[in-house]
């Protein structure tokens, strides 16, 4: 690293990222391969060999068991392959065959006595990935329309610990697909809109424990764009009393407002369930400071091992990032390893984050950091003490006009000079050497901006 980098910062904001690998991974994956056997295909993935059904579904006599299946695998044109397609009707699907009539479902999920490796449980990391379509026209609940849970099993397991779910916008407000945390927090609202039509992928990744990690990336494949971009390093994934955590996929939505809803269906792709224990990228410190040489960056890691390189973005207005830097992950063996980075050529506010990358392509990122820029006002005499010739340099007033006070040590004005026609800096030297020998104050004020410094005349 040059001496630029190596300037010393005395503060710093300490954020964390992580860069998922799993080792002693565990994969499991579901795909469509056509027409035929759905359900037995993903029971024989999600709960092999315990005569279950992984479909919950509401064919039965009191619903309208001439509809047939209500998940199939049908020919996508985008995507060149067949895919799962899940089917709902307002008027004849209730909840599993019960008497519920407030709410309708069609989802696939693991359960308790599916084999380990599909169940999170404390310690555990896992990444579930997904594709997913939206129809256009998709219409949804004011209540909820989930197309994704976490759901925790066993205790307090009446709420998911996370969820996606699609909402019908009120007061002016769009259409919305949230990421909700705990039932009740939301953490991501893009427009449904953003979907529309479209194929996403899903990937979500998650530590299971009480203080645990949890990241939610969708984005969108025929412009690559990312809609939901969410980790918390540091949140409850299971509660004191569940056992294990599970997936759940589908359309589970309110009758609430049938009016709202229409007969329709939600494509996915893809599935898959990878457990393991984590090895995590962690971001210890990342900071940043103004300095004479331009904006430093810093940030410490720990198991580095786990990433590949890393992005130092940079943005005008916090919200569309460019690429600044890349810089390979050291790969030192150490416990910990720092970095630093030069922005030598800065603006006045820059926003700046960090992503890491592993060697699969998947990434995490920092929060954001601000840095203003613009320089302190700067006032400085040379010689000083003064004695037959002096020079004046002024720098960094942000104000128009400047107003220079030559005061005495009695607090007496002796001279109030304002800048004219760029002048101000031979103005102030003359009323210098003018003085009698003794201590004085320069004062210089712009705006509300004021600075001061220390005279001595010989």
């Not at 205790?155 to 909700?180: H, M, V, W, Y």
């Not at 810093?298 to 690429?323: C, E, I, M």
């Not at 390979?328 to 800065?346: C, M």
């Amino acid at each position: 690293m040059s001496a630029l980098q190596k300037i010393f910062i005395s503060s710093f904001v300490a954020f964390a990222f992580f860069s998922p690998i799993n080792a002693n991974a565990q994969l499991v994956t579901l795909s469509a391969n056509g027409p035929g056997n759905t359900y037995e295909e993903i029971t024989a993935k999600f709960a092999p060999g315990n005569g279950i059904n992984a479909v919950e579904h509401a064919e039965c006599s009191t619903a309208h068991p001439g509809f047939g299946r209500h998940v199939a695998e049908v020919f996508d044109a985008t995507l060149n392959k067949f895919v799962f397609s899940f089917y709902i009707h307002v008027a004849e699907d209730n909840d599993r065959c019960t008497t519920a009539t407030d709410r309708q479902r069609v989802e696939i999920k693991t359960y308790e006595s599916s084999p380990a490796n599909l169940k999170g449980t404390v310690g555990e990391s896992i990444t579930y990935k997904w594709f997913f379509k939206i129809p256009l026209g998709f219409k949804v609940s004011t209540s909820f329309t989930h197309i994704h849970q976490i759901k925790p099993v066993n205790g307090d397991d009446g709420n998911p610990l996370f969820t996606l779910t699609a909402r019908k916008g009120s007061s002016g407000n769009p259409n919305a697909l949230e990421l909700i945390v705990n039932n009740t927090l939301k953490v991501a609202t893009p427009a449904l809109s953003e979907f529309a039509g479209e194929w996403v992928e899903a990937t979500e990744f998650i530590t299971v424990g009480a203080n645990g990690v949890y990241s939610m990336k969708v984005r969108r494949l025929s412009d690559n764009a990312m809609l939901i971009d969410y980790t918390n390093m540091n949140i409850m994934t299971i509660r004191p009393d569940n056992d294990f955590i599970r997936p759940k996929w589908g359309i589970y939505r309110s009758l609430n407002s049938p009016a709202d809803l229409r007969d329709d269906s939600l494509q996915f792709a893809d599935f898959s369930i990878e457990e393991g224990t984590v090895l995590a990228t962690k971001l210890l410190h990342f900071s940043g400071a103004s300095t004479t040489s331009g904006n430093l960056l810093k940030w410490k890691t720990a198991n580095d091992v786990a990433a590949d390189y890393y992005q130092l973005q940079r943005s005008t207005n916090g919200r569309q990032f460019s690429v600044l830097a890349t810089i390979p992950a050291l790969h030192s063996g150490a416990t910990e390893n720092n970095y630093e980075f030069t922005d030598a050529a800065p603006i006045e506010k820059n926003y700046y984050r960090l992503q890491s990358f592993d060697k699969g392509g998947n990434y995490s990122s920092s929060e954001i950091v601000l840095i203003n820029s613009k320089k302190k006002a700067i006032i400085q005499i040379f010689p000083n003490p003064v004695i037959n010739k002096v020079q004046v340099a002024i720098a960094g007033f942000s104000g128009e006009t400047i107003t220079a006070r030559i005061i005495g040590k009695d607090g007496k004005i002796l001279y109030i000079i304002t800048d004219i026609a760029g002048n101000l800096q031979s103005l102030i030297a003359d009323a210098i050497l003018k003085l009698k020998p003794a201590g004085y104050v320069l004062q210089l004020r712009a705006g509300a901006e004021l600075q001061q410094i220390q005279l001595l005349k010989q």
